[in-house]
Structure formats: structure tokens, C-alpha cells
């Protein structure tokens, strides 16, 4: 990263640290060498081409990019103090409490109500999910769209819901992963691009 922030942040003061992160899918090294104070109660927005790294960056600190056979990273990425890739971390954990919203929406091949009601099923909510599920709809301002066809419960998802029945919002993020509270807007370069020789 050529840019430090013009002043070091406390500890105290910070959600997410890296420290010299590289990162590689086989040989190539599509990010290198890292290191940001990510400041908590803060927005901080990456901003470069296509194909500068911004979405491997965050896959990485979210543990998805272990998906990818060929991905791996270096460097330390740390979260409130603790090493996500520590031994004993559970990525399944992470991904839980850094929550990823995507440029493109993938909601799954199944109705809006069970696209909406999957994260609190996997999670084994207890409570009244139409509910839940309506509340979810009307925060996206789908409900009066879906409302007539929610009793059958055979809901299309169709593109122009897709977004919203792909990211729902119907549980709030963990308090340790969210920093909705008096944003300050703070932008930091891309990483830079490197080239495949
Ligand atoms: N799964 C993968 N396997 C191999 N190379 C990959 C993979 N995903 C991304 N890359 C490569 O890593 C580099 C960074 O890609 P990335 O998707 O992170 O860029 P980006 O900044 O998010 O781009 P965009 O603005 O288009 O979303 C690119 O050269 C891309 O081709
Ligand atoms: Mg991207």
C-alpha cells in the first residue's frame, strides 16, 4: 500500500489490522504487501481497477478465498487482536462475524421466503420467521411486491428481487463486526496491480 493514514490509530481504535499481506492464487500475486489500521465506526472504501485486488483482499480477510484451491496469503491479518488465519480459528466462525456483501446478487435457486429465511434457519432461529421474513421484506421495501403470494410461500425470485432475496437484512451483524455508528468517511488506495510475470 503506498499510503499510510496520516496518523496511527490506538489499538483500541481498530477493527481490523493488516500487516504485510500478500496474496497469491498459485505463482501470480494479485495483492502485495499490505498493511492497514481498518479503524472501527468507520467507513473505509478501496477504490481502484478492475482487477487491482480489491475483492481478493477482502475474500481474504474474511477466510472465503480458502475456498479457492489455489489461493493462499501471507502476512498477518488481524481481527480486535486475534489472527484469522491463527491456528484453531474457525473460518466458518469468521465469515460469521465479517459479513461480505456482493457486487452481484446470488440469491439460490429457491423461492424469496426461503432465500430470506435461509441464515436463520442455518442458524437455528427459534423465533416466528414469517415474521422475520416480512419484517426483512419491508426494511428492503419488497413487501408490497410479494406480499399477495407469501401465504403459498412459492415465491419467484426474479431478477428484479433478486438483489434484496440475496442479501436480506434479517438479523443484525455481530456488534464486533459492524461499524454502523457515526461513520467517518475515510478512503485508502487500491492495492497495487501486479502483472502475471
Ligand atoms: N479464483 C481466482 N483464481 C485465479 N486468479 C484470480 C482468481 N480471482 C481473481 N483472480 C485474479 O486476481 C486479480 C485480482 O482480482 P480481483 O477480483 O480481486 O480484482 P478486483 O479489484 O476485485 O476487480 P473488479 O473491480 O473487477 O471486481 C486479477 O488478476 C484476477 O484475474
Ligand atoms: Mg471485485
Not at 490509530?9 to 481490523?16: E, F, K, L, Q, R
Request: aromatic share 8%.
Amino acid at each position: 500500500m503506498a499510503n499510510a493514514p496520516a496518523t496511527v490509530p490506538s489499538t483500541s481504535d481498530v477493527v481490523i489490522r493488516l500487516e504485510d499481506v500478500s496474496l497469491f492464487y498459485g505463482s501470480f500475486r494479485a495483492v502485495r504487501d499490505i498493511s492497514y489500521p481498518f479503524r472501527t465506526h468507520a467507513i473505509t472504501a478501496i477504490i481502484g481497477p478492475s482487477g487491482c485486488g480489491k475483492s481478493t483482499l477482502l475474500r481474504s480477510i474474511n477466510r472465503m478465498n480458502d475456498l479457492v484451491p489455489s489461493a493462499r496469503a501471507t502476512g498477518r491479518m488481524m481481527f480486535h487482536g486475534e489472527d484469522l488465519y491463527g491456528d484453531g480459528v474457525d473460518p466458518v466462525e469468521v465469515r460469521r462475524r465479517i459479513g461480505m456483501v456482493f457486487q452481484k446478487a446470488n440469491p439460490f435457486p429457491k423461492s424469496i421466503y426461503d432465500n430470506v429465511a435461509f441464515g436463520p434457519r442455518v442458524n437455528g432461529f427459534k423465533g416466528n420467521l414469517d415474521d422475520l421474513v416480512e419484517q426483512s421484506l419491508r426494511r428492503a421495501s419488497l413487501w408490497d411486491d410479494v406480499k399477495e403470494s407469501s401465504s403459498s410461500r412459492a415465491w419467484p425470485c426474479r431478477a428484479a428481487s433478486s438483489n434484496a432475496c440475496a442479501s436480506p437484512a434479517p438479523s443484525p451483524p455481530s456488534p464486533r463486526s459492524s461499524s454502523w455508528t457515526s461513520p467517518a468517511r475515510r478512503s485508502i488506495p487500491a492495492p497495487r496491480c501486479s502483472s502475471r510475470n
